[in-house]
């Protein structure tokens, strides 16, 4: 007998899924039955992982759609939804992953600058988002599902606007949850403890640095370790899915136990 996948027939979109937690999560919707919408803004990134969803989806082209591109760009934004549509016909899930931790290269992580680049991207880029998707997705009865970070309930002095725009994150996905509600979207957050991706490679740090951050950091996790991408991209799945039709407004954090440790 053949098992039915949980995403089969479903059309799913995950913002910065070239590398990281967004990459893993892309794979998992893929080897689950869905077409999938790859976001990034690395061409060489992008290629390696649609060569990977090719393997998955049996060289199936039409599966999978490449959309390249900052979100600090409306262009960028429309083109994720008026593209995903003209293939497509509809947009089930939208999984906003993509997020920045720092400014341009070499700037203070607290400049004002720095702050209004990341709330750019992780806030004003995925307000704007939900909004061109929502009439796609009040008709599918779909489903969002925001990434944010434990940091957005404890201060992060290094990168003071990142934590912040993470808490405006979790509130904006309560907001949206309810004002979606009557539309029967759902709105939840998965909040992703620490995991090594490539938005700590980004913030430039170096390599030594950025080891004893995830060594200091791992003694503060009660669990006593760091997570795998594919632990969240697990829960991020397991959100998402049609079986789960009664959440919404929710933030559930897969952070080790972070937050009850600190």
């Known amino acids: 007998m053949v098992t039915q996948k949980r995403f089969a027939e479903k059309v799913v979109i995950v913002t910065g899924s070239s590398a990281g937690i967004g990459k893993s999560t892309i794979l998992h919707f893929a080897k689950e039955g869905a077409s999938v919408i790859l976001h990034g803004q690395s061409k060489e990134k992008l290629e390696k992982v649609k060569a990977e969803l090719l393997e998955i989806v049996g060289r199936d082209e039409s599966k999978i759609l490449v959309i390249p591109g900052s979100l600090e760009d409306e262009t960028t934004l429309v083109r994720l939804i008026d593209e995903t549509i003209k293939q497509f016909g509809k947009i089930d899930i939208l999984i906003n992953n993509a997020g920045i931790a720092g400014g341009k290269p070499g700037a203070d992580f607290n400049a004002l600058e720095t702050y209004d680049t990341i709330m750019a991207v992780n806030v004003r880029a995925i307000y704007r988002l939900i909004q061109l998707a929502t009439p796609h997705?009040?008709?599918?009865?779909?489903?969002?599902?925001?990434?944010?970070?434990?940091?957005?309930?404890?201060?992060?002095?290094?990168?003071?606007?990142?934590?912040?725009?993470?808490?405006?994150?979790?509130?904006?996905?309560?907001?949206?949850?309810?004002?979606?509600?009557?539309?029967?979207i759902r709105v939840n957050a998965v909040g992703v403890g620490l995991t090594r991706t490539d938005l700590q490679t980004r913030m430039g740090l170096p390599t030594e640095m950025?080891?004893?951050?995830?060594?200091?950091?791992?003694?503060?996790i009660p669990l006593g370790r760091i997570s795998e991408i594919d632990e969240q991209a697990e829960i991020i799945l397991n959100i998402a899915s049609p079986t789960n039709t009664y959440m919404t407004g929710s933030i559930i954090y897969n952070d080790g136990g972070y937050l009850i440790g600190n």
Do not use: W
């Open 137 to 184: 997705l009040e008709k599918t009865k779909g489903s969002i599902v925001n990434i944010t970070s434990p940091l957005g309930e404890t201060p992060f002095i290094l990168s003071m606007p990142y934590s912040i725009s993470k808490a405006a994150l979790n509130h904006l996905t309560r907001n949206f949850a309810r004002s979606l509600a009557e539309k029967g």
């Open 210 to 220: 950025l080891d004893n951050i995830f060594a200091q950091g791992a003694k503060h």
